[in-house]
C-alpha cells in the first residue's frame, strides 16, 4: 500500500516566544516492510537552526531553534511512505517465551544487544503494580512467544476501554492499569510494561493508522491521528508488531515513523519554549491511500526545510532511502 | 563535630607525657599512626614531635581560632534539608593524615591507571561498543542502565577526554594495603574543601607545615585550569562552573571553586543556546562560552534531550556539544562508569585494554547478574554490601538503601533474596572492609578513627594528575559501609611528605602568555544583578528596622507617662505596624499605658527566630540573599554578615522580657557591623555593574523607607509635636548635620529640606534618588536606541520633582492645618518609586526568563 501522510501541528502562543527549541521525531524511518519514497519538513517562521540526524534507535530526528520573537508556530511533515505485509510467523511456530526471556543475557550479537535494551524499565513503563501476575495469565508455561502475546494483547483490548478522557500524556502504567481505560500510548505502555516485567522484550512503536471515514461519508483531510503500538522481539524472527488499540497484528494500514524504550524517546514533537504565556496547540494528521506516486511528482508550492530525497536525486538513490 | 579541645586551653596544663599516650589500637585493623609494636611509622614521627612539643593551652587557641575561621568562612555541607539545621558546618579535625612520598608515588601509579582504564571505557560505551559486542562488558550495564545517556552515543569528544576532572574513594585493609572503594565519575564533590581545609591547617600549623616538606595542592588546580583551556581550542577562551544553585549541599564548595579557579559560577538559567552555541546573558548581551565544568549531574543537563522533567540545566546544550561549539568536563554520559557493578570487571578489562594488571586493587565486587556472582551472594548474604546496581531517580517500593545483608530485617531479607533470584542484575553486593585507624583529636587527646580517603585526579596533556592529597574523612562505621559523602563528619587534611624541599605556588598568574587587560565586568549574569539588587534592599532595610527599633526601647526606658514622649512612641509604633511587627491592639495598649504586651512584642522582634518579619526573620532574608552571590562578596563581607546572623547577643529564642540595656547593646551592636559591610561595599569593590546593582538596591530601599518615615511621622498628627523632629533627625542619622548647620532647635522646613531634597545628604531621598539616576546613566543600553528610555525619563522626572519642590509651601500647614502640598508630594513619590523598582526588573531582571515546556500532543488523541 501506498499512502501520502501530512501531520501538522500549530502553536498558538498567548505572548511572544523569543527562543524555542524542539526535537521532532516526524520524519519516518526506512526499512523492514516500510519504503520510504519522500519525506519533507516545513516550518514557519523559518528556524535558524536546523539539524538532521539518526538517533540511538535509528529513528530520523530533527533539531529546531527559533530564534525570532513569534507568536505561531508551524510544523508539517509530508511523505510519501509504501508498506508491504510484513512476514509474520505462525504464533504457535515461535518460541516458548521462557526462552526468549532467558537466551537475551547471553546474545551478544548486535542485534541481541539492541534488543536486550527494551528489557528494563523505562520512564514512561514504571509501575508498581502486579504486571507480572497480570502477564502471567496469557504466558503460561512453555506457551509460544507470540501466542501468548496475541494473548495478552487481545485481554488488554477488552479490559481496557478506549477514554481520551482519562488519562494525559503524563499519566503512569498504574493508573491506567487501576482505572482501565486510556488510549493508544497509554495501553502500548502497559502492555510494554507488562512484557518488560516477565523479561520479554518490547518495544514503543510511534506511527500512524489508515482510518475509515464512518459508512457513507467522506473522510475528513486531517482527521486522523498519531497512533502507538508496540513490538516485541522473537529471536529468529525478529521484532513482531501488536497493535492492543485495535487487537491486530500490524499490516499494511500502519505506518512507523520510529520507535524507542517508550514514548519518550520518539515522541513527535518535544519542545522548550522561553516566554509565550498561556498557548495552545493544534494538530492535524492526514492518512491517504494513492496510487503509486514518485517524489518527482510531488508538487510543492512552499520551500521544504529538510527533504529526503533532495530534488533532482536519480531514480536509483531514491531507491536507497 | 570536633569540639576545639577547650579542656586544655588553661595555660598552665602541660601534657603528660606524649599525644600517643592513650592511643588505643583496634584488634585486626591496619593503623595509619603505630604500627601493631605500637611503633610510630617514621613519616609520622616529624608531625607528631612538633605536636608533642607544642603547649596544649597553645594548641587550644589556634585551633579555636581555625575553627572560628571554618565557621565564618562559611565552609558547610548541608547535610539536613530542613531549614533549622540547614547549614551544617563541615568539621575538620586539627591533626592531618600523614603519607609518605614512597607510597604515595606507588598510589598515583595505581590511580592513573584507573583513570585511564575508566576513560577507555567510557571511549568504548559511547563510541564503537567494542566491548560490549565481545562480551568484556555485560550489555545490561550498559543498556539497562539509567545512566546510559543515548543522546550522547557517538558525540566526539575533544582529545578523547571524558573525565577532566574525577574522584575515587580508597581505604586501607588490614593487611595494609589500599583497596578502591568507588570511582565518582559524575561531578565528584570534596576537592573544594580539601583546599579550604590545607589553607586552614597550613595557617594554624605553619611552622610545622612548612618544616615538612608537604607537596602543594595549587599545582593540581593549574593543571586543571590548563587542561580546560587546551580544550576549548581558542585563547583566552570562557570557562564556566555549572551548578544545580544554591539550594543543593555543594554550593558552597562550587563557589569556593570557580573563585579559585577564575571561572564564573553560572546556573542553568543564566545560560541560553542560540545558533547551537552556548551563552551567558549577562547584562553587557549574550557572552558565548567555551568549556562547562560541570558540577550538575548529566542527566540534568539539557530538557529537550535528557531529563525532561529537569530544569536545572540548558536546553539545547547536547546540540551545541554535539556541534563542538561548547566543551562540557566531564562529558556527558561520564556517571555511567560510577555504577558499582563496574567495579567487578576492572581487574579483566585491564588486562583486555591496558594488558597490564590492576595495580590498585578494587573491593571485591560482585554484580549478581552473572550467575556464579549471585550463587555466591546468597551463600554470603549475610556477611556482604548490597547495593542496588543502578541508582534510579524514582523510588519504588522494591528499592532499598545499600545494607549489609545481616542487618536486614528476615521480612525485608526474604524480599531482597526473592527478587535477587528474579532479577539479578539489580543487585551488586560487595566485601566490606575494615578501614585503617587515623589519629583524630577528640576532648584533648588523639582517638583512632577510621578512614576513608578521597582522591582527586584531572587531565593534564595527554595523561591524567593526581592532586598529592585529598580529603581524608573519618567514618561513623568501622567498616567502608558508611563511606557514602552524605553521612557527613569530620574530614583531615593530606599531606604528601616530600623528601625535598617544596616550591611555593599560587594560582594566580599562571596563564601562560600576556592577559589581555579588563576592567569592566560586563559579565555579569542578569539573575546575579537580581540578586545583587536585592542584597541592596535586605541590607537597607536591616538597617531601618534596626535604627527603628533602637529609637524605640531608647524611649521606653523614659519616662512614658511623661505626654512628651507618648506620641513619638505612638508614631514609631505606626511604623513598626506598617512593616507587620507589632499588631494595633498591642500599640492601642501601649498608649493606654500598659506596657506589657509591647515588651513581649519587642521581645520576640528581637529574640525569637519565627517571629514574622522580626529581626532574625530580616536577617535570614539578607543572609539568604547574600548566599545566592555569595561568589561575588569577598571574605571579609561574608564573615561580617555572619557575624550580623549569629550575633550571640540576638540569640536568646524564648526570652519574653525586654532588658532595655540589653536591647540597646545588641542593637548598637548590630548597626556597627551593619556599616562595616556597607563600608566595605564602598571601599572595597570594583565599580563594576554587580556594584551598581547592590548600591540601586540599596538606594532604592532607603528611598522608600525614607518617604514612609517621613510620612508616619509628619503626617499622622501635628508635625509640631515636640520631640518628632528631633526622632526624625535621629532615625536618619542626620542630627549632628543638622545642628552644625542651624545651630536650633529642630524647625520643619530645615528638616525637610535636610531630608527630603538635598542631594548632598546621604540620607535624604534626594541623595537616593540622584544616585540611582547615575546608576541607570552608567547602566548599558541599547546603543541604537534614540531618545530616552522609559526608566530614564521615571527617575529624570523623579529627581526634578525634589529639586524644584517649594520646601517653605510644603511646611505650611493650609487653611484647614493640614500640609496637603507635602500629602501630596509622599503619594506620588509612594508610587513613582515602586513603579521605577518594577521598570529596573522588567529592564534587566527577565533575561532570567526560564525555559518551559511546550504542550505536548500524545498519540492516538485529538486533545493534549
Known amino acids: 500500500m501506498m499512502y501520502r501522510v501530512s501531520h501538522d501541528t500549530t502553536y498558538d502562543y498567548g505572548q511572544s516566544v523569543s527562543i524555542s527549541h524542539h526535537m521532532l521525531h516526524l520524519l519516518p524511518r526506512a526499512g523492514g516492510s516500510q519504503v520510504c519514497h519522500r519525506t519533507a519538513l516545513y516550518v514557519s517562521p523559518t528556524p535558524t537552526v536546523c539539524n538532521n540526524s539518526v538517533d540511538y534507535f535509528g529513528n530520523r530526528v530533527v533539531f529546531l531553534t527559533v530564534q525570532v520573537p513569534h507568536q505561531k508556530l508551524v510544523i508539517r511533515s509530508k511523505s510519501v511512505i509504501e508498506v508491504v505485509p510484513p512476514a509474520t510467523p505462525a504464533p504457535l511456530a515461535t518460541p516458548p517465551w521462557e526462552e526468549v526471556r532467558d537466551g537475551l543475557f547471553a546474545d551478544r550479537s548486535a542485534h541481541g544487544i539492541d534488543a536486550l535494551q527494551y528489557r528494563f524499565e523505562s520512564p514512561f513503563t514504571v509501575a508498581e503494580a502486579d504486571l507480572p501476575g497480570f502477564a502471567a495469565q496469557s504466558f503460561a508455561p512453555g506457551r509460544p512467544v507470540l501466542d501468548a502475546a496475541l494473548d495478552l494483547t487481545g485481554r488488554i483490548f477488552r479490559e481496557f476501554k478506549y477514554d481520551s478522557t482519562a488519562t494525559t500524556v503524563s499519566t503512569p502504567v498504574d493508573a491506567v492499569f487501576k482505572g482501565r481505560r486510556g488510549v493508544c500510548q497509554d495501553f502500548a505502555h502497559l502492555e510494554i510494561a507488562a512484557l518488560r516485567s516477565i523479561g520479554i522484550p518490547a518495544r514503543y512503536v510511534s506511527g500512524y493508522l489508515l482510518t475509515y471515514p464512518p459508512p457513507g461519508q467522506v473522510k475528513l483531510v486531517g482527521s486522523d491521528a498519531s497512533h502507538a503500538w508496540l513490538s516485541i522481539w522473537v529471536p529468529g524472527h525478529g521484532w513482531i508488531d501488536l497493535d492492543p488499540t485495535n487487537n491486530l497484528l500490524p499490516s499494511v494500514e500502519h505506518i512507523t515513523i520510529g520507535w524507542g524504550r517508550d514514548y519518550g524517546d520518539v515522541s513527535p514533537i518535544n519542545g522548550v519554549i522561553i516566554g509565550g504565556g498561556a498557548h495552545d496547540i493544534k494538530v492535524a494528521v492526514d492518512v491517504r491511500p494513492v496510487e503509486a506516486v514518485t517524489a518527482a511528482q510531488e508538487v510543492e508550492t512552499e520551500a521544504a526545510i529538510i527533504e529526503f530525497p533532495k530534488r533532482g536525486a536519480s531514480e536509483r538513490e531514491i531507491g536507497l532511502i | ?864
Open chain 2, 1 to 864: 563535630m570536633s569540639s576545639p579541645p577547650r579542656t586544655t586551653t588553661a595555660k598552665s596544663a602541660k601534657r603528660a607525657g606524649p599525644l600517643t599516650k592513650g592511643y588505643q589500637l583496634k584488634a585486626n585493623v591496619y593503623d595509619e599512626l603505630l604500627g601493631p609494636d605500637r611503633t610510630m611509622r617514621a613519616h609520622w614521627r616529624k608531625l607528631m614531635e612538633s605536636l608533642d612539643r607544642m603547649d596544649p593551652g597553645e594548641f587550644g587557641h589556634r585551633w579555636q581560632r581555625a575553627e572560628t575561621m571554618l565557621q565564618e568562612n562559611g565552609i558547610n555541607f548541608n547535610v539536613f534539608a530542613d531549614t533549622e539545621q540547614r547549614v551544617r558546618p563541615w568539621s575538620l579535625d586539627p591533626v592531618p593524615f600523614v603519607i609518605s612520598q614512597q607510597e604515595w608515588r606507588a598510589l598515583e601509579d595505581g590511580l592513573l591507571q584507573r583513570v585511564r582504564l575508566l576513560n577507555h571505557v567510557l571511549k568504548d560505551i559511547y563510541g564503537r561498543q567494542s566491548l560490549l559486542l565481545d562480551g568484556s562488558i555485560p550489555s545490561t550495564l550498559v543498556v539497562g542502565n539509567p545512566h546510559f545517556l543515548r543522546a550522547c552515543h557517538g558525540i566526539a569528544v575533544p582529545q578523547g577526554v571524558y573525565l577532566n576532572f574525577m574522584a575515587i574513594d580508597l581505604a586501607r585493609a588490614p593487611d595494609g594495603r589500599w583497596w578502591v572503594l568507588s570511582d565518582r565519575t559524575q561531578a565528584p564533590a570534596g576537592a573544594g574543601f580539601a583546599l579550604e581545609n590545607r589553607i586552614v591547617v597550613s595557617g594554624t600549623l605553619p611552622e610545622i607545615y612548612r618544616e615538612s616538606q608537604v607537596l602543594r595542592l595549587a599545582p593540581f588546580f593549574q593543571a586543571l585550569h590548563r587542561h580546560l583551556i587546551s580544550v576549548a581550542g581558542r585563547d583566552d577562551p570562557h570557562i564556566v562552573l555549572l551548578t544545580p544553585g544554591p539550594s543543593r549541599d555543594t554550593y558552597f564548595e562550587h563557589s569556593y571553586l570557580a573563585r579559585y579557579l577564575g571561572f564564573s559560577l553560572v546556573e542553568g538559567a543564566d545560560l541560553t543556546v542560540r545558533d547551537d552555541k552556548v551563552y551567558l546573558k549577562t547584562l553587557g548581551g549574550l557572552q558565548q562560552v567555551d568549556v562547562i565544568l560541570r558540577h550538575l549531574a548529566d542527566d540534568d543537563c539539557d530538557p529537550l534531550e535528557l531529563r525532561a522533567d529537569s530544569w536545572l540545566g540548558v536546553t539545547g546544550l547536547v546540540q551545541a556539544v554535539r556541534a563542538g561549539n561548547v566543551v562540557m568536563a566531564n562529558a556527558l554520559g561520564s556517571s555511567i562508569v560510577q555504577c558499582e557493578a563496574f567495579l567487578a570487571l576492572m581487574p579483566a578489562l585491564s588486562r583486555q585494554i591496558l594488558g597490564e594488571e590492576l595495580k590498585l586493587p578494587n573491593v571485591a565486587t560482585w554484580w549478581c547478574g552473572e550467575e556464579t556472582a549471585r550463587d555466591y551472594a546468597f551463600e554470603h548474604f549475610d556477611e556482604l554490601f548490597l547495593r542496588p546496581t543502578f541508582h534510579r531517580r524514582t523510588q519504588r517500593k522494591v528499592d532499598f538503601e545499600p545494607a549489609v545483608g545481616m542487618d536486614l530485617a528476615a521480612e525485608r531479607k526474604a524480599q531482597i533474596r526473592e527478587r535477587m533470584a528474579a532479577q539479578g542484575y539489580d543487585y551488586t553486593v560487595q566485601e566490606l572492609i575494615q578501614a585503617s585507624t587515623v589519629p583524630t583529636f577528640h576532648e584533648g587527646v588523639l582517638q583512632p578513627g577510621p578512614l576513608v580517603l578521597r582522591v582527586f585526579v584531572a587531565a593534564s596533556g595527554d595523561d591524567f594528575v593526581v592532586m598529592p592529597g585529598g580529603l581524608a574523612r573519618i567514618m561513623h562505621s568501622p567498616d567502608t559501609r558508611a563511606a557514602a559523602m552524605k553521612r557527613g563528619g569530620e574530614s583531615k587534611d593530606t599531606w604528601v611528605l616530600s623528601p625535598a624541599p617544596v616550591a611555593q605556588v599560587t594560582l594566580i598568574g599562571t596563564s601562560s602568555g600576556p592577559v589581555q587587560l579588563r576592567r569592566t565586568g560586563r559579565d555579569l549574569p542578569s539573575r546575579t544583578a537580581d540578586n545583587l539588587y536585592w542584597l541592596g534592599r535586605y541590607a537597607e532595610r536591616t538597617e531601618g528596622t534596626l535604627r527603628t527599633l533602637r529609637a524605640l526601647i531608647k524611649r521606653l526606658s523614659a519616662d512614658l507617662a511623661n505626654t512628651a514622649t507618648m506620641p513619638v512612641v505612638r508614631r514609631l509604633l505606626a511604623i513598626m505596624v506598617e512593616y507587620g511587627q507589632v499588631s494595633s491592639p498591642a500599640v492601642e495598649e501601649a498608649v493606654a499605658g500598659k506596657l506589657d504586651s509591647l515588651e513581649k512584642s519587642l521581645a520576640k522582634i528581637l529574640y525569637d527566630p519565627r517571629c514574622p518579619n522580626g529581626l532574625h526573620d530580616v536577617l535570614r532574608n539578607f543572609q539568604s540573599t547574600a548566599g545566592l552571590v555569595r561568589d561575588r562578596l569577598s571574605v571579609d563581607a561574608w564573615v561580617t554578615l555572619n557575624r550580623l546572623h549569629q550575633d550571640r547577643a540576638l540569640q536568646q529564642p524564648g526570652s519574653t522580657t525586654l532588658e532595655v540595656g540589653a536591647a540597646l547593646n545588641a542593637l548598637n551592636g548590630q548597626i556597627l557591623t551593619l556599616s562595616a559591610f556597607a563600608g566595605m561595599e564602598m571601599e572595597n569593590m570594583t565599580r563594576t555593574y554587580g556594584w551598581q546593582f547592590l548600591d540601586m538596591g540599596r538606594r532604592m530601599e532607603r528611598a522608600q523607607h525614607m518617604v514612609e518615615v517621613l510620612k508616619t511621622m509628619l503626617l499622622s498628627g501635628a508635625a509640631d509635636q515636640p520631640g518628632v523632629l528631633e526622632l526624625l533627625l535621629e532615625l536618619a542619622d542626620s542630627f549632628m548635620t543638622y545642628r552644625s548647620r542651624y545651630l536650633a532647635a529642630p524647625q520643619l522646613a530645615p528638616v525637610l529640606d535636610l531630608l527630603l531634597a538635598d542631594e548632598t545628604n546621604p540620607r535624604s531621598v534626594g541623595f537616593q534618588v540622584a544616585a540611582i539616576e547615575r546608576h541607570i546613566e552608567n547602566l548599558p543600553r541599547d546603543p541604537d536606541r534614540a531618545g530616552l528610555t522609559k526608566k530614564q525619563r521615571m527617575i529624570r522626572e523623579l529627581r526634578t520633582r525634589l529639586q524644584v519642590c517649594d520646601i517653605e509651601h510644603l511646611a505650611t500647614p493650609d487653611k484647614n492645618g493640614k500640609l496637603a502640598a507635602l500629602t501630596e508630594l509622599f503619594k506620588r513619590l509612594e508610587d513613582e518609586l515602586p513603579a521605577l523598582s518594577e521598570r529596573i526588573a522588567y529592564v534587566y531582571f527577565t533575561h532570567a526568563e526560564v525555559a518551559r515546556p511546550a504542550h505536548v500532543f500524545r498519540a492516538g488523541s485529538s486533545s493534549p
